[in-house]
């Protein structure tokens, strides 16, 4: 009765081998096809069980086989919902508390994708600003309206030969810029606003996370102070960018300059960070990022070895002298010089099978 449920089921689902036998038998033949038989009523069982020959002979149900019930009442194809076979079905809802911004950014994986995009976007601001601005300036313009029209065909033709244009990388900058600050602005905001209170005495509450990088603000970007302003370096190297840990542009950014290192460890990409970026908490950030990554995984992965076998027990006599059980090894010929004639010369090598003492272990003959 259960088959029989199970193969007029339409509506259910089933774990994978109940389902997958079931639509193989649907496929197969018609779910008309099935009915369901007492076990007495089973010819199989004959065959299977074994049967008296005079029993067999006279058995109707063997030679006709078993008589036909009828139809199943549609009650008791019902499948209960305790049945092992039937797949629960689970209900999940998900609430999402990320806004935009945050998605965006979770949906890179590349720096260099999500400033190129990110750049876009403020491109396409900036440039509908621009033609909302041209608009403005045609409408309030009547007096001089040919000379503006002329004015607005140029305009434009230079809008048209703008979109067309590709990112510049004062462009990409930009957006980088103002990727950090959002970032910065989620993270530090106190920082920021103490910074922008007092700007010429650098100081921030004694209880911040960033007192000992004595920070600084340069235009609206928190970047590190530190004593070596008048070194000889690129202003990203003396003073870099601070970047919270726990950010998912701090991961992509990582990310970024483990792949230009070549995959190499912590050290060298903490050196290539901090040419532009100050990571609190670099060390835990790169650890996560290199555990995840799967050329490095390729790379430490352990190679496989053989298993030796046992060793033979001429190798482990021990307490026999040495060299009584002996491996050979020929080799030559070496030709040697003898007076003015070259001869060939073999060696044999003999070594002691059960010990491996440096200097008495191996004795060579020419
Ligand atoms: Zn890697």
Same mark, same amino acid.
């Given at each position: 009765m259960s088959v029989i449920r199970y193969i007029c089921n339409e509506t259910t689902r089933f774990h994978t081998f109940v389902a997958n036998r079931v639509a193989l038998i649907r496929e197969a033949t018609d779910v008309e096809q099935w009915n369901y038989i007492d076990s007495k009523s089973n010819p199989a069982d004959m065959a299977s069980r074994g049967i008296k020959m005079k029993r067999l002979i006279n058995s109707s149900i063997w030679w006709n086989g078993p008589i036909k019930t009828g139809n199943q009442d549609q009650e008791d194809l019902k499948i209960g919902i305790d049945d092992p076979e039937v797949k629960c079905n689970v209900n999940s809802t998900m609430t999402e508390t990320c806004d935009v911004i945050d998605k965006l950014f979770l949906h890179f994986s590349d720096w260099m994708n999500l400033k190129r995009s990110v750049a876009w976007i403020l491109a396409v601001k900036e440039e509908l600003a621009r033609r909302v601005k041209i608009k403005k300036q045609t409408v309030t313009d009547f007096q001089e309206k040919n000379k503006k029209k002329k004015d607005e065909q140029s305009q434009k033709m230079k809008i048209k030969t703008r979109v067309a244009k590709e990112l510049s990388t004062k462009m990409i900058d930009e957006a980088e810029e103002s990727i950090v600050q959002y970032v910065q602005s989620q993270h530090y905001s106190a920082e920021i606003c103490d910074l922008q209170q007092k700007r010429n005495s650098r100081q921030i509450k004694h209880y911040s996370s960033l007192r000992k990088l004595d920070p600084i603000l340069s235009r609206g970007i928190l970047r590190v102070g530190g004593r070596? +302003?008048?070194?000889?370096?690129?202003y990203d190297s003396k003073h870099p960018i601070i970047l919270p840990k726990n950010s998912p542009i701090t991961e992509v950014i990582v990310r970024d300059g483990h792949k230009r290192v070549g995959h190499l460890g912590k050290n060298t990409m903490l050196s290539e960070l901090r040419q532009k970026f100050w990571i609190v908490g670099a060390g835990n950030v790169i650890k996560s990022v290199v555990s995840k990554c799967i050329t490095c995984r390729k790379y430490q992965g352990q190679t496989l070895g053989q298993k030796m076998g046992d060793l033979p027990q001429r190798r482990l006599?021990? +307490?026999?002298?040495?060299?009584?059980n002996t491996g050979m090894d020929f080799f030559g010929p070496i030709l040697v010089k003898r007076g003015r004639v070259c001869v060939k010369r073999y060696g044999v090598v003999f070594t002691c099978l059960a010990r491996k003492w440096r200097t008495a272990s191996t004795q060579i003959h020419v």
């Open positions: 070596i +302003d008048k070194a000889e370096l690129s006599s021990t +307490d026999e002298p040495p060299f009584t």
